[in-house]
């Protein structure tokens, strides 16, 4: 190559670029490495990198220029590999379904690079965010969420661990989404963090989805449970139907069996008690047949309810005051002396349709369940009122009261919680008012006593034969 003039063995080009860079270094100007191309021998053009510098004589004056060329041909091609390489990385990137970003650990996530999956994801363009240019990227995480984020990030940086979670941000149209990140910090040589790195993706229709199944899952259990009590109801409703019809089977012919004797003893007490004349009066023996009588009494009404349990009852409806058939059912029933019984009649009180029978029947058992609800001494209030649509009989005593849990089951049939009980008095009661088309309700604490509410209607009920 010796002897060769620059311009026929260097490309057009190059050639430029060798001749600008000469006549800088000839005026003292530094000039850098630069990288041309030589035409060799056989025509093919090799890259070189060409560094040359200027000598000077004693007096400063220029005296030529020196340069060392090296062929950079293995260089370049590694270069435009890794070219190629980078822009097959960058085409990845920017086609990921999210946002890939990097970014500085300070509190505004200072952005340092973002794919152009922002826009699609945020509404804004990766120029908005660069460099916080017209917003950070805290700007749009929710606030409640940025502390959290901050926090979080700088535990699993001090563990060095990647983070993934989940959040709301807001975007440019103002639209509230939900995002997954996952991201992990990038240290320099010397362990030194240099910058946050991740990736953010849309799951706003994951999390509907989620939610939809959640209350789907909710709206289930309250089905199975919905359905499980129903069953269960329906269980209990069926032992019950059991007992009752077995007892309805066995009631009628033990209630008669029961009666025939008691019949027996009741003329018996009877009889002694003409027998005994006054000088033969022993007032021991006529206490015990009194004692007789009232238990008498007793397992008449017991057999009277177990009856009712194998016949139908039979309804006369006649227009009635319903004042009367309480006096009238007060009158057949022995109020012990320690209790008080106060009548506050309404005595203006609407005639209403009923049967005074099955009424009086009613009021006699409301009337015993009170007075066995008193151990000592105590007071029944019976109120009666009326309005346009119902007449009410309110019974109000300050016995030992009734527990919440019992109340649930008061007027079922054979649920009782008094010794001796059958558990059948408040069951006829309520099928008696609800052969009235009425209502019957109960209000009762322990230790405070019991509110019964009787409701008939002032219409006429349908007649039940």
Known sequence: MLGESFSKILTP???????????????????????????????????????????????????????????????????????????????????????????????????????????????????????????????????????YLWDLWQKKLRNRETVEVEYEMKTASGEIIWVWERGTGVWDDNNQLDHLEGIISDITTRKKIERELEQYRKHLEELVEKRTQEIKDMQSEMIKKERLSVLGQLSGSIGYELRNPLGVISNSVYFLNMKLNDKDKDEKVIKHLGFLKDEIMVADRLISELLRYSEEDIFYFTETNINKIIRASISEIKIPKRIELKLNFDEKINLIQLDPEQMADVIQKIIYNSINAISEDGKIEIKTQSNSEFTEIIFTDNGEGISEENQKHIFEPLFTTKKGGIGLGLAIVKNIIDSHNGEIDIKSEVGKGTIFTIKLRNEKPQSKI
Not at 21 to 32: A, E, P
Not at 79 to 106: C, F, P, T, W
């Open 13 to 147: 080009k190059s050639f430029e670029i060798a001749v600008k860079n000469f006549k800088q270094g000839i005026v003292g100007q530094n000039v850098s490495p630069y990288e041309v191309e030589l035409v060799r021998k056989d025509g093919n053009i090799v890259p070189i990198e060409l560094n040359m510098t200027t000598h000077y004589d004693v007096n400063g004056k220029v005296t030529g220029r020196l340069g060392i060329s090296r062929d950079i041909t293995k260089r370049k091609k590694a270069e435009e590999e890794l070219k190629i390489q980078n822009s097959r990385y960058m085409a990845l990137i920017h086609n990921i379904d999210g946002m890939v970003y990097r970014v500085a650990n300070d509190k505004d996530w200072t952005v340092e690079f973002v794919s152009d999956g922002c826009y699609e994801l945020t509404g804004y363009k990766p120029v908005d965010l660069i460099n916080n240019n017209k917003l950070s990227f805290n700007d749009m995480i929710l606030p409640k969420y940025q502390q």
